[in-house]
């Protein structure tokens, strides 16, 4: 009768708590479809030259790198529009232009130029290969496409991205030659519980073995969590909904908090 009551307790928590992030004015946010999900419209300069704004989806890349690479090593900024890409960044090798040069080969191939001098001076259909405002009508078919193959999960984009890597159906890089640092493998500190403050609702199982996969340590500390011991960085569940800590991630690509029972898990 407990577990029966903490699991209805979990239910209504969730449906709140979506209700907080996704309400406004009183009305609910439809859910965004699977393939959409985490993708971030990229505008610094687009619309101000004529182009389109680039839409980048995560899924696209989620499965070739890892997140610690792209936000680290490359230098992506964790929000949209943060990071100020140029296409003379990408042409000079950094950012998109860090892979997407023509040379780094993915699957036996090349990928394609991101700003190449050619592309920027002459043929636009290039640039519109990127800045395309998300208008592209065989994404959805690609998608799942490419998600069939993989371990399934209800939320988000409905792929279970801890599963894909832990079964081995993904394998994404987390070392690029003259980009990344070398350094010595830190110890993984182990699963630890952060107890709910709410009554009847399960305590947090924290697991840092699964978000260094992704992440290695860099990616959180220090910029999303200061304190490095448990109990040093304090914060509710409407932070995490407002986007800060867990929200940085979740909600936005990783799985979405509504999820209470991914984390909530020790009665």
């Given at each position: 009768?407990?577990?029966?009551?903490?699991?209805?307790?979990?239910?209504?928590?969730?449906?709140?708590?979506?209700?907080?992030?996704?309400?406004?004015?009183?009305?609910?946010?439809?859910?965004?479809?699977?393939?959409?999900?985490?993708?971030?419209?990229?505008?610094?300069?687009?619309?101000?030259?004529?182009?389109?704004?680039?839409?980048?989806?995560?899924?696209?890349?989620?499965?070739?790198?890892?997140?610690?690479?792209?936000?680290?090593?490359?230098?992506?900024?964790?929000?949209?529009?943060?990071?100020?890409?140029?296409?003379?960044?990408?042409?000079?090798?950094?950012?998109?232009?860090?892979?997407?040069?023509?040379?780094?080969?993915?699957?036996?191939?090349?990928?394609?130029?991101?700003?190449?001098?050619?592309?920027?001076?002459?043929?636009?259909?290039?640039?519109?290969?990127?800045?395309?405002?998300?208008?592209?009508?065989?994404?959805?078919?690609?998608?799942y496409k490419f998600s069939n193959k993989l371990?399934?999960?209800?939320?988000?984009?409905?792929?279970?991205?801890?599963?894909?890597?832990?079964?081995?159906?993904?394998?994404?890089?987390?070392?690029?030659?003259?980009?990344?640092?070398?350094?010595t493998d830190l110890a993984i500190v182990d699963?630890?519980?952060?107890?709910?403050?709410?009554?009847?609702?399960?305590?947090?199982?924290?697991?840092?073995?699964?978000?260094?996969?992704?992440?290695?340590?860099?990616?959180?500390?220090?910029?999303?969590?200061?304190?490095?011991?448990?109990?040093?960085?304090?914060?509710?569940?409407?932070?995490?909904?407002?986007?800060?800590?867990?929200?940085?991630?979740?909600?936005?690509?990783?799985?979405?908090?509504?999820?209470?029972?991914?984390?909530?898990?020790?009665?």
């Open positions: 009768m407990k577990k029966i009551c903490t699991l209805v307790l979990a239910l209504l928590l969730a449906l709140i708590f979506t209700g907080l992030v996704q309400a406004k004015d009183g009305v609910k946010k439809k859910r965004v479809r699977p393939h959409l999900y985490g993708r971030v419209i990229i505008d610094n300069y687009s619309t101000d030259i004529g182009l389109a704004p680039v839409a980048f989806d995560h899924w696209v890349h989620r499965a070739n790198a890892t997140c610690r690479l792209c936000h680290v090593d490359i230098g992506f900024a964790m929000a949209a529009n943060d990071t100020e890409i140029t296409a003379s960044d990408n042409i000079r090798g950094f950012f998109c232009g860090t892979c997407h040069n023509g040379k780094v080969q993915y699957d036996g191939k090349p990928l394609f130029r991101a700003c190449s001098e050619e592309s920027s001076n002459l043929k636009i259909e290039e640039c519109q290969r990127c800045h395309n405002n998300g208008e592209t009508p065989d994404l959805e078919e690609k998608f371990p399934k999960e209800r939320q988000g984009n409905g792929i279970n991205w801890e599963q894909a890597v832990a079964k081995g159906h993904i394998t994404p890089i987390d070392y690029i030659e003259g980009i990344s640092v070398e350094g699963d630890f519980a952060i107890t709910s403050k709410i009554e009847g609702m399960p305590d947090i199982i924290f697991s840092h073995a699964k978000h260094t996969v992704w992440n290695g340590c860099e990616v959180c500390h220090p910029d999303i969590f200061m304190g490095v011991r448990k109990g040093a960085t304090t914060y509710s569940m409407i932070d995490l909904f407002q986007g800060k800590y867990c929200g940085v991630c979740h909600d936005t690509v990783a799985f979405p908090q509504s999820g209470c029972k991914r984390c909530h898990t020790k009665l």
